[in-house]
């Protein structure tokens, strides 16, 4: 089967890329904004693949056959990420993946793999399940909010199969460094005496690369379970928690400065999601 993989030089596609590279079975298409030298001095795995430059706000009147006709697609490209509350995200970035995934739809594809947000259940604490109607205070979760809502219209006009994939907070290397896991590795990196956090006393939902990489893939390569699918650990620990192991793991010895930062105001103080339809498709999490 041929598989296309939109935002391939993403940290998400990186892993995506890797990980269906490494089942040998498929024929993989992958994309991004970077012409293919660049694409594949920093992400060499895409030289595996039949790699196409495009930036999505630049039209095509047939996305299907200009990406060889997929059988299925994977798309993970969203510009402008941490910005949560840039209004990019509904004024350019909504508009065009809605054009790009309904023209594939329209022109022969019948089977997408689209990524959502934790960000779409708004500030609800607790476990979130994907029957929780969605709620969200941030411009970034409401666009994509608003995108699967578009989808599932299309939906009723068009025969395809369609996963949207609620992603948790994810952690590994090669992230960015305005991640939590960024700046720990950057705090170690550069020998720093102490680590500036919130109280972290919030609780979160961390899910590894790795295994993020794992499970969207595999997620798109059934058909079984559709609709919004949680990807996340269903394991909530407290973010003082999660950088303590990190330096125990290391054997690092780091004072934390906690409450240096304030509590984000558009997250919840206590989240983490539940697996049971992520479970039908894998397992035990």
């Not at 054009?99 to 329209?106: C, M, R, S, T």
């Not at 219209?153 to 369609?162: D, V």
């Not at 500036?196 to 590894?208: C, F, P, V």
């Amino acid at each position: 089967m041929r598989i296309l993989i939109t935002g391939a030089t993403g940290f998400i596609g990186r892993n995506v890329v890797d990980y269906l590279i490494s089942l040998g079975k498929y024929e993989l298409i992958t994309t991004a904004i970077e012409v293919k030298e660049e694409a594949e001095s920093f992400c060499p795995a895409l030289k595996n693949t039949n790699y196409i430059s495009k930036n999505l706000n630049e039209k095509e009147e047939n996305y299907y056959t200009f990406f060889n006709n997929p059988g299925c697609v994977i798309h993970l490209s969203w510009e402008g990420l941490p910005n949560y509350n840039e209004l990019f995200h509904i004024e350019r970035n909504l508009p065009a993946n809605f054009y790009f995934i309904k023209n594939l739809i329209q022109k022969g594809l019948s089977d997408i793999t689209i990524m959502g947000t934790c960000f779409e259940y708004g500030l609800q604490n607790g476990c979130l399940d994907e029957e929780k109607a969605a709620n969200p205070v941030t411009v970034y979760g409401l666009s994509k909010d608003i995108l699967r809502k578009f989808i599932e219209l299309l939906h009723k006009k068009y025969r395809f199969n369609m996963k949207w994939i609620r992603l948790f907070y994810l952690y590994g290397q090669g992230q960015g460094k305005k991640t939590l896991w960024g700046q720990l590795e950057e705090a170690v990196e550069n020998n720093n005496k102490e680590f500036n956090m919130s109280l972290g006393e919030q609780l979160r939902d961390y899910i590894s690369i790795n295994c993020a990489a794992e499970y969207i893939s595999r997620i798109a390569l059934q058909n079984n379970t559709t609709g919004i699918i949680n990807c996340c650990s269903g394991k909530p620990i407290s973010v003082r928690q999660f950088v303590e192991n990190y330096f125990d793991e290391r054997g690092i010895n780091m004072r934390l400065n906690r409450g240096y930062y304030p509590y984000s105001e558009f997250e919840p103080l206590a989240f983490w999601g539940d697996t049971a339809r992520l479970k039908k498709i894998i397992g035990d999490v």
